[in-house]
């Protein structure tokens, strides 16, 4: 007997536990299993690309099709509260339009019967529908109630489509003006994780830094930041950022490397503080010194400038700067 071949449509808004129920199933029984997602208007934290993205790592060439339509490129898209009509007509044109073959669509609610008859008419041929988990008693979990709280309901979410909703919370400064331990403290503090300053790593285990390892920091950096968003909580605090990288490389060295300039631009934070240098400067053996240290600072404040990054200045005592960024992260 010829396997069928699936067709699944949500806004997965956030793609949940829910879904991969959905998703899974029809993987299991079918030959082939095709994707389609929108929502108009896109719903808080779950915009087109962040859907594609979460979708694409969890299931990538497991799926024979996958369209996450974007709003803002695609006109004509119908609204979430459209009558039922609109989406199925919507669908079934996209279907035909695609060359999607569909004997079957997977959901898990009460309309499925509706718009699988409804697609069998457009298309020409009978199409039928799998109902999975209508009751919601394997996964008790709507996408409502996780955009309410996606923190407290993290369990219903991969840890891949969660990251997203970690705000990340970045530090930068000159030397010795607290970031490491501010970082540290707010980190354990909050119950979440921190990424610690890789440079300094790197340097104490080589006793240096060579300008070709400018480019790998950063990368590094961009890539534990990326790995601990899926195991912190509500936020996640990072030592220093790959513009941090790209300014000690232009002080040290008079350049930066292509790729580390692009990653100093593009890499951005739920929340940036520029940790001000309004205490002494402490010498730990691997600093440089007070001038140093001033001039870095200004160039901090000149480049940030240029970017048009936004940034919160951090001055005071390590209690004051803890409740400040408390305040402003809303913790």
Request: glycine share 8%; net charge neutral.
């Amino acid at each position: 007997m010829t396997r069928p071949r699936a067709l699944v449509v949500g806004k997965f808004s956030p793609l949940h536990r829910g879904h991969q129920l959905v998703l899974d199933t029809a993987l299991a029984e079918c030959a082939e299993v095709r994707v389609l997602s929108w929502s108009l208007p896109e719903l808080p934290g779950c915009d087109a690309p962040r859907r594609r993205r979460w979708l694409e790592a969890l299931y990538g060439e497991r799926l024979a099709g996958l369209a996450v339509l974007d709003p803002r490129a695609r006109a004509g898209l119908p609204a979430n509260d459209a009558p039922d009509d609109e989406p199925r007509a919507f669908v079934a044109a996209f279907v035909r339009d695609s060359g999607w073959p569909v004997d079957v669509v997977y959901t898990s609610e009460p309309y499925g019967d509706g718009f699988a008859a409804s697609l069998g008419r457009a298309l020409g041929h009978p199409v039928a529908h799998r109902l999975v988990d209508l009751a919601r008693v394997a996964l008790p979990v709507c996408g409502t109630a996780l955009r309410a709280d996606p923190h407290g309901l993290r369990g219903f979410l991969d840890p891949s489509v969660y990251a997203d909703f970690v705000q990340t919370v970045a530090f930068i400064g000159a030397e010795s003006t607290g970031k490491s331990t501010l970082t540290e403290r707010l980190a354990v503090e909050l119950g979440t994780r921190f990424v610690p300053e890789y440079g300094r790593t790197l340097w104490e285990a080589q006793g240096g830094l060579a300008e070709a390892d400018f480019v790998g920091i950063g990368r590094t950096h961009v890539a534990r930041t990326a790995a601990e968003r899926r195991d912190a909580h509500r936020w996640l605090f990072v030592d220093t950022t790959p513009l941090t990288t790209a300014l000690f490389a232009a002080m040290w060295h008079g350049r930066v490397d292509p790729e580390l300039a692009t990653l100093a631009r593009e890499t951005r934070y739920d929340h940036l503080f520029l940790c001000e240098d309004d205490f002494g400067f402490v010498q730990d053996g691997t600093r440089s010194d007070p001038d140093f240290q001033r001039r870095m600072q200004a160039r901090y404040r000149v480049v940030l400038g240029i970017l048009d990054v936004p940034y919160t200045s951090l001055r005071g005592t390590l209690e004051q700067r803890v409740q400040r960024v408390r305040h402003l992260i809303g913790a």
